[in-house]
């Protein structure tokens, strides 16, 4: 069902063609009225199935001084059947990947409002179900996001209290690990240890991973996949350290050595 815009997308009273109501006067007032009123039309073009895609990957464009109308507007709900999706099918894929790339552009602002938006058992149902079936770019920018939420304390939160929500985002991540096996790509990788990362700094996730964290993070298995990228092994590093105490940790050059 088609949802209305607000009025804080709604730009001269909806109006495609005049100048704005607003009276704020001055060049940058147009060009921002503009603007908003390509969004406006955009939003409103996400429920019309030849339009779909376009506005997906204009709506991708959009500045971040508009973030918060758009959230307003609901976004996340609109995108959400694009994202839930089973289909492989390269049609379902390419909106997978540009609903996903409207709500990465949302998170790179950083915003707590966005990522409050964003805390919803259907929504990040929706970003795990992108991170299990999608393309390798569809995984990776679903993992980006949800590597933006984990490193908001809300988000953090939000997911580590909730049994189910947690035990769900370790069986998505652990899962990628292991496909990682057979097709490597480091800068997934990259996310994938940095969402496991953050999940430690929360105790009952980090005495959870002792657990359920991929043997494959423990041993050699991506030594060769990490030795052009410290960051992510220093990452991996800590990551080994927390969870397992100090019993064994990656060391740099890519042998696995006890701690003292």
């Known amino acids: 069902m088609a949802k209305t815009v607000p009025l804080s997308l709604s730009v001269g009273g909806g109006s495609r063609g005049g100048a704005s109501s607003s009276s704020h006067g001055g060049g940058a007032s147009i060009t921002m009225d503009h603007q908003m009123q390509v969004a ?3 939003v409103l073009n ?3 199935h030849v339009r779909r895609e376009r506005a997906l990957l204009e709506l991708s464009k959009v500045y971040s001084s508009h973030f ?3 959230l307003s507007a609901s976004i996340p709900s ?5 994202l839930v999706t089973r289909s492989k099918s390269r049609p379902f894929e390419y909106l997978r990947l540009s609903s996903l790339g409207v709500i990465g552009a949302l998170v790179k602002a950083d915003d707590t409002e966005v990522i409050r938006a964003l805390l919803s ?3 990040i149902l929706s ?3 992108s991170m299990d079936i999608g393309c390798e770019l569809s995984k990776t920018v679903a993992t980006f996001i949800l590597q933006k939420l984990l490193l908001d304390d809300m988000g953090l939160d939000y997911i580590c209290t909730r049994a189910v929500k947690f035990f ?5 991540l652990g899962s990628m690990v292991g496909e990682l096996v057979e097709q490597p790509s480091s800068r997934l990788l990259k996310y994938i240890i940095r969402c496991y990362l953050r999940l430690s700094d929360n105790q009952r996730a980090c005495d959870a991973l002792r657990t359920c964290l991929p043997d494959m993070l423990r041993d050699t298995t991506f030594n060769s996949c990490l030795r052009e990228d410290p960051v992510t092994r220093m990452w991996l590093q800590e990551l080994l350290q927390k969870v397992n105490g100090n019993l064994v940790a990656l060391q740099t050059g890519g042998s696995l050595n006890r701690i003292h």
Do not use: C
Not at 168 to 172: E, G, I
């Open 40 to 42: 406006e039309q955009l």
């Open 46 to 48: 996400l429920r019309y």
């Open 68 to 70: 918060n109308d758009l």
């Open 78 to 82: 609109y995108l959400y059947p694009f």
């Open 121 to 123: 058992p259907e929504i």
């Open 127 to 129: 970003f795990l179900r």
């Open 168 to 172: 769900d985002v370790a069986q998505v």
